[in-house]
């Protein structure tokens, strides 16, 4: 049986953009069969509405989950591990700091009014 030689022309133009054969021939089934196998509609624009549906179903896809191992089982939901270093709540105090300002200008008039 010859293969009909717009569903050819089809798998070869998506082809040209990196899409396999295998995902042209499942969404091109539904639109034949959405559209009542009227061709004009899904040749239109250079298959435009069938990039467009595949790209679509490509997003719409959910994350495949992860194997979990004996690792993973100690991770929790924020991503961080037990034994992981965690920040403190409270910045160190640096010592000698007495005196001096963030910025030069403020930290010269400061330095300045407090000699004398």
């Not at 270093?85 to 105090?93: I, N, T």
């Amino acid at each position: 049986m010859t293969p009909n030689p717009r569903v050819v022309q089809a798998f070869h133009t998506l082809k040209e953009i990196g899409i396999s054969e295998e995902k042209v021939e499942l969404v091109l089934k539904k639109l034949l069969k959405l559209y009542d196998k009227n061709w004009e509609l899904i040749e239109s624009k250079n298959y435009r509405v069938l990039v467009d549906i595949i790209f679509e179903e490509e997003d719409n896809k959910m994350p495949e989950p992860k194997k979990s191992n004996a690792h993973d089982e100690d991770i929790d939901e924020k991503g961080f591990t037990p034994d992981e270093f965690f920040r403190p709540l409270k910045r160190a105090r640096l010592k000698n700091r007495k005196g001096l300002a963030t910025n030069r200008s403020c930290n010269t008039k400061f330095v300045e009014k407090n000699r004398g």
